[in-house]
């Protein structure tokens, strides 16, 4: 198969920076959209795979998932777009197409193995697949999504993980006008849930550990603000809240939060991969018919789903633009929760 050298940024392994590289990518083929990058989103899971934090990465390794550029090439069987349209990609580049979940636009589940934009298995050149920090790439027309015209390009790209990853879990578990939710932790994500559920229609409120959030969370959407360690507040809002999303990232003590749902509630975990501690304490969720549950991006259709209703809804993320050389200190940054809300590559700086 025919490929071009494209500049890219990556690392070699677990211990190195992100630098400049160059990676192959391949012409395009009849299914087959070109996107030179304009826009790229900085997700937690870009620092965990070039860090191999969870065990899996195959360097080099170029993140990125948060796509937004300009269409260049199509194939010839490509109807979806043409060449100058703005296009997206998000997490996913491919998946089997013919599973159960597939055939449910839920390709995040796909039951052989979805491909992710970064850090899969390419079928095409074989190897891994290479993500957004670059300066084009080439996907499936499947898998390459529309952006609205009116929305801004640099603050559309979080949408595309951050968005979608708070979108799905809203709209699964049917959030609509009146729906009381509630999100835990303000962050990328969590900023997100507060403007989508606020988009819905629901009453939102805000989980936070810092008092000092207040001021931004109501800005963003939210109708309440509830500090967690105040055991008033908490006991204020007990068999409350219909949805629960929580961001939080890391190990923490769920079993107050579901004290906090109304019956038949459901608390769904978006933000945390690993074993929870301490023991979730299973008797409110019997005596409530309450849930933890979980949930994972969203498929292509969902992802468009996502996309419209933010275009007709004027809704974006909060970012800072920074250039592709700062993306180690934005690492940095990133994990002193030092950035409101999404940093965001511009590509003309590669």
Request: hydrophobic share 40%; with cysteine.
């Given at each position: 198969?025919?490929?071009?050298?494209?500049?890219?940024?990556?690392?070699?392994?677990?211990?190195?920076?992100?630098m400049p590289m160059d990676i192959q990518r391949r012409e395009v083929t009849a299914k087959d959209i070109e996107i030179q990058i304009m826009y790229c989103g900085v997700c937690h899971s870009d620092l965990h795979i070039a860090r191999n934090d969870w065990g899996f990465t195959t360097y080099p390794a170029v993140p990125g998932h948060e796509i937004v550029g300009k269409v260049t090439k199509v194939g010839s069987e490509v109807t979806k777009l043409k060449v100058?349209?703005?296009?997206?990609?998000?997490?996913?580049?491919?998946?089997?197409g013919t599973c159960f979940s597939c055939k449910q636009d839920l390709e995040q589940y796909c039951l052989n193995g979805w491909v992710g934009t970064y850090n899969g298995k390419d079928k095409y050149l074989g190897g891994m697949t290479y993500g957004g920090y670059s300066q084009k790439v080439v996907v499936e027309e499947h898998f390459v999504l529309k952006v609205p015209s009116n929305l801004d390009l640099a603050a559309t790209a979080p949408l595309l993980c951050a968005g979608i990853t708070t979108w799905s879990p809203l709209r699964?578990?049917?959030?609509?006008?009146?729906?009381?939710?509630?999100v835990v932790g303000l962050g990328g994500l969590g900023h997100m849930a507060i403007k989508l559920a606020k988009?819905?229609?629901?009453?939102?409120?805000?989980?936070?550990?810092?008092?000092?959030?207040?001021?931004?969370?109501k800005e963003l959407g939210a109708d309440t603000v509830i500090i967690s360690t105040d055991e008033t507040q908490m006991s204020s809002v007990l068999g409350?809240?219909?949805?629960?999303?929580?961001?939080?990232?890391?190990v923490h003590d769920i079993n107050p939060y579901i004290a906090t749902l109304n019956t038949s509630g459901t608390l769904v975990l978006v933000g945390y991969l690993g074993g929870l501690d301490p023991i979730i304490n299973t008797t409110p969720m019997i005596m409530g018919r309450k849930s933890v549950a979980?949930?994972?991006?969203?498929?292509?259709?969902?992802?468009?789903?996502?996309?419209d209703f933010?275009?007709?809804?004027n809704i974006v993320s909060d970012i800072e633009i920074i250039k592709m050389k700062d993306i180690n200190e934005a690492y940095e940054r990133m994990l002193k929760s030092d950035v409101k809300y999404r940093f965001?590559?511009?590509?003309?700086?590669l």
């Open positions: 198969m025919e490929t071009s050298t494209v500049k890219a940024y990556g690392t070699h392994a677990a211990d190195q920076d992100i100058g349209d703005f296009a997206a990609v998000g997490c996913l580049v491919g998946s089997c699964h578990w049917k959030v609509t006008k009146g729906s009381k939710v509630a988009g819905l229609g629901a009453d939102v409120t805000l989980f936070s550990r810092s008092p000092n959030k207040e001021k931004d969370a409350t809240f219909d949805v629960i999303i929580d961001t939080v990232p890391y979980g949930s994972l991006i969203g498929g292509i259709a969902e992802t468009q789903e996502l996309l933010c275009g007709k809804h965001v590559i511009d590509m003309e700086t």
